[in-house]
T-cell receptor, first 111, second 113 residues
Framework: GQQVMQIPQYQHVQEGEDFTTYCNSS?????IQWYKQRPGGHPVFLIQ?????EVKKQKRLTFQFGEAKKNSSLHITATQTTDVGTYFC???????????FGKGTRLSVIA | NAGVTQTPKFQVLKTGQSMTLQCAQD?????MSWYRQDPGMGLRLIHY???????DQGEVPNGYNVSRSTTEDFPLRLLSAAPSQTSVYFC????????????FGSGTRLTVV
């Protein structure tokens, strides 16, 4: 079945530095979703990308969907301590199964 | 507030005991699912349901049972708890299994001793 791979697994940054996490799929995705999970919390839906090459922004967060619809990225500009958490990408398998989640990138921000 | 409600938040079980984790949503979502989250393993799908009366297995279904008698409720039953089932369990719901964002409950932290 489809696999969704995320890199890096961990990232430590100084507050104010930028951060990027990447998501790669073994198959073409009809859409890609991103979630954030704060420490001790539950995953929260951030955004869904559908179109090839799509770019969406939410304040300091920029989400991109690759032209081939096999990869995606999340970029955070000038990280803040409130950005701490694990970021997951998820996409539907080629069959009719539910979303497949990547293992996540854990971000820690050093003040 | 609208959302997904999970109970209990914490539970300690002895090996061999059975229990039911409750999940309820009030958003009229057709799709509901259960995940377990273990360190370094991400979110692994246990069981899911695309509507009342319809359930299917996910990636790690062994040792768990589900049923969906109403649109709102999707309980997860542990038949005979084992230490390997120590984990954090999340229930999630959505309008559809693939093309809409999921709403997650706050989770149940389960320890089996």
């Amino acid at each position: 079945g489809q696999q969704v791979m995320q890199i890096p697994q961990y990232q430590h940054v100084q507050e104010g530095e930028d951060f990027t996490t990447y998501c790669n799929s073994s198959t073409t995705l009809s859409n890609i979703q991103w979630y954030k999970q704060r420490p001790g919390g539950h995953p929260v839906f951030l955004i869904q990308l559908v179109k090839s090459g799509e770019v969406k922004k939410q304040k300091r967060l920029t989400f991109q969907f690759g032209e081939a619809k096999k990869n995606s990225s999340l970029h955070i500009t000038a990280t803040q301590t409130t950005d701490v958490g694990t970021y997951f990408c998820a996409g539907p398998d080629s069959g009719n199964t539910p979303l497949v989640f990547g293992k996540g990138t854990r971000l820690s921000v050093i003040a | 507030n609208a959302g997904v409600t999970q109970t209990p938040k914490f539970q300690v079980l002895k090996t061999g005991q059975s229990m039911t984790l409750q999940c309820a949503q009030d958003m009229n979502h057709e799709y509901m699912s259960w995940y377990r989250q273990d360190p370094g393993m991400g979110l692994r799908l246990i069981h899911y349901s695309v509507g009342a009366g319809i359930t299917d297995q996910g990636e790690v279904p062994n040792g768990y049972n589900v049923s969906r008698s109403t649109t709102e409720d999707f309980p997860l039953r542990l038949l005979s708890a084992a230490p390997s089932q120590t984990s954090v369990y999340f229930c999630a719901s959505s309008y559809q299994r693939r093309n809409y964002g999921y709403t997650f409950g706050s989770g149940t932290r389960l320890t089996v001793v």
